[in-house]
């Protein structure tokens, strides 16, 4: 079985920064890419930044240029930092991994159970 586990979520002012993670466990042969979505409220899953193995990136629209997104294949986690934060980033937000188990060769999806955000104004 697979598991994601982010941390670093919280509370920051307007304007600060935040860090989070996301550790990948389990058995888990090859990590293909790992990123994070958010969910506000009464609003759909965005993406918010992705990185697959080889470094490729995408961010979303609402970030470009406030998150820089980093992944350790050989550890399979994932690290993002938020820089200036906005009210409007407030959310929940989800790691993504798609990881290939031990015994396949199939790539999965694989989420994490969120971690809220929350930046006061």
């Known amino acids: 079985q697979v598991h994601l586990v982010e941390s670093g979520g919280g509370l920051v002012q307007a304007g600060g920064s935040l860090g989070l993670s996301c550790a990948a466990s389990g058995s888990i042969w090859r990590l293909g890419a790992m990123g994070w979505y958010r969910q506000a409220p009464g609003k759909q899953r965005e993406l918010v930044a992705r990185?697959?193995?080889?470094?490729?990136?995408d961010y979303g629209d609402s970030v470009t240029g406030r998150v820089i997104i980093s992944v350790n294949n050989v550890e399979n986690t994932g690290w993002m930092q938020m820089n200036g934060l906005k009210p409007e980033d407030t959310a929940v937000y989800y790691c993504n991994a798609v990881l290939t188990p031990l015994g396949t060769e199939i790539p999965r999806d694989y989420w994490g159970q969120g971690t809220q955000v929350t930046v006061s104004s």
């Open positions: 990185v697959t193995r080889s470094g490729s990136t």
